[in-house]
T-cell receptor, first 118, second 107 residues
């Protein structure tokens, strides 16, 4: 099946700094990628939908100036958490749709990135 | 988005079949029914999806009620590696994750 990778898998940063998380589709081209956030013992919450070559669509309550999303190619989307604070500590997960495989709306998820802001 | 109701947790003995229920009474006519599962500290993994007919794949079977207001994910022989949170997600373009069912498999 289609594979999605994320880098880094874990990151610790100081409050006030910015962190970039990469999401790559390894063996398919993903016109659409999604970014989720998951707090401990909670479910995944969709943050934004990223379409290659256009601006991301953010869910209500997600600050677009704080969570910068760039989908510059068909295999790479990046999420930058700007001026990170301890409350941004979470598990960030991306997913991608492979338009050529499986069901019409099947998503393939990355392994996640654990962000800890100290 | 359709609202879903799943048991918070279920237990199964290893090698036994498991039936994971999901109610989605407000599902729209065009929504697919997706099932994903998530192991601890990992991203979700696609399990199966269907629209109206029952579906089988190498991982599981999906039984969909005739009125589509409920569905059941069937793991034919649970293994320890099947211990995960299982999410039932009616929808199409976007996936909205609920709380899911935490499945424990007892050796």
């Amino acid at each position: 099946g289609a594979v999605v990778s994320q880098h880094p898998s874990r990151v610790i940063c100081k409050s006030g700094t910015s962190v970039k998380i990469e999401c790559r589709s390894l063996d398919f081209q993903a016109t659409t990628m999604f970014w989720y956030r998951q707090f401990p013992k909670q479910s995944l919450m969709l943050m934004a939908t990223s379409n290659e070559g256009s601006k991301a669509t953010y869910e209500q309550g997600v600050e677009k100036d704080k969570f910068l999303i760039n989908h510059a190619s068909l295999t790479l989307s990046t999420l930058t958490v700007t001026s990170a604070h301890p409350e941004d500590s979470s598990f960030y997960i991306c997913s991608a749709r492979d338009p050529d495989s499986g069901g019409p709306y099947e998503q393939y998820f990355g392994p996640g990135t654990r962000l800890t802001v100290t | 988005d359709a609202k879903t109701t799943q048991p918070n947790s279920m237990e199964s003995n290893e090698e036994e079949p498991v039936h994971l229920p999901c109610n989605h009474s407000t599902i729209s006519g065009t929504d697919y029914i997706h099932w994903y599962r998530q192991l601890p500290s990992q991203g979700p993994e696609y399990v199966i999806h269907g629209l109206t007919s029952n579906v089988n794949n190498r991982m599981a079977s999906l039984a969909i009620a005739e009125d589509r207001k409920s569905s059941t994910l069937i793991l034919h022989r649970a293994t320890l590696r099947d211990a995960a949170v299982y999410y039932c997600i009616p929808g199409s373009y976007q996936l909205t994750f609920g709380k899911g069912t935490k499945l424990s498999v007892i050796p």
